[in-house]
């Protein structure tokens, strides 16, 4: 089965610094693609950052990046200079393409503090 | 414009009853989903069609009836609600189905059902 982990339920900083979220995922396919989704309270799902397995070079969205480690099988999602509008849920996905799904992690409540 | 709605937004109903969420996505996108996320937050995909044909149905109870009248549109019923259908329900659309890649998947904002 395929798997997405979270382990820290929840994460607090201060505006301003950086903060990574973890993620490991398990999947037994050659091609898979990962996310980070961001759940404001709004409840809107928003896509933050993706990364394509057979790309090397980790991505980044402005102040969005991730390490990915693909023979570790990790995915962890770093946040530079936080700001209050980042508070969120956050959540690590894998999409399987066996299955055409998405499988979320449990995902990472993150609080800025001013 | 919104890209992907939901009606209802909040849902508030008795045991036993019979509700429907419906949901609009007009982007041109071939393929719908609909996802469950539980009191924990925790996400999970029930349906997805492409094409108005039935592509992924998971362990979901057959009290849980989508339909898909056309290409935009894709409705969940529910039947004989239960306490335990309490959740968010997030319908989510994306381009065509394509077995050796991805399209972004874009979320509508959410059905809050409450089931007392």
């Known amino acids: 089965a395929q798997t997405v982990t979270q382990s820290q339920p929840e994460m607090s900083v201060q505006e301003a610094e950086t903060v990574t979220l973890s993620c490991t995922y398990d999947t037994s396919e050659s091609n898979y693609y990962l996310f980070w989704y961001k759940q404001p309270p709004s409840r809107q799902m928003i896509l933050v950052i993706r990364?394509?397995?057979?790309?090397?070079q980790n991505a980044t969205e402005n102040r969005f990046s991730v390490n990915f480690q693909k023979a570790a099988k990790s995915f962890s999602l770093k946040i530079s200079d936080s700001q209050l509008g980042d508070t969120a849920m956050y959540f690590c996905?894998?999409?399987?393409?066996?299955?055409?799904?998405?499988?979320f992690g449990q995902g990472t409540r993150l609080t800025i503090n001013p | 414009d919104t890209a992907v709605s939901q009606t209802p937004k909040y849902l508030v109903t008795q045991m036993g009853n019979d509700k429907s969420i419906k949901c609009e996505q007009n982007?041109?996108?071939?393929?719908m989903y609909w996802y469950k996320q539980d009191s924990k937050k925790f996400l999970k995909i029930m349906f997805s069609?492409?094409?108005?044909?039935?592509?992924i149905n998971e362990t979901v109870p057959n009290r849980f009836s989508p339909k898909s009248p056309d290409k935009a549109h894709l409705n969940l019923h529910i039947n004989s609600l239960e306490l335990g259908d309490s959740a968010v329900y997030f319908c989510?659309?994306?381009?065509?189905?394509?077995?050796?890649?991805?399209?972004?998947?874009?979320f509508g904002p959410g059905t809050r059902l409450t089931v007392l």
């Open positions: 990364q394509e397995a057979y790309k090397q």
């Open positions: 069609y492409n094409n108005k044909e039935l592509i």
């Open positions: 982007l041109g996108h071939d393929t």
């Open positions: 996905a894998s999409w399987i393409q066996g299955a055409q799904k998405l499988v």
């Open positions: 989510a659309s994306s381009h065509t189905y394509i077995p050796s890649g991805y399209n972004e998947q874009f």
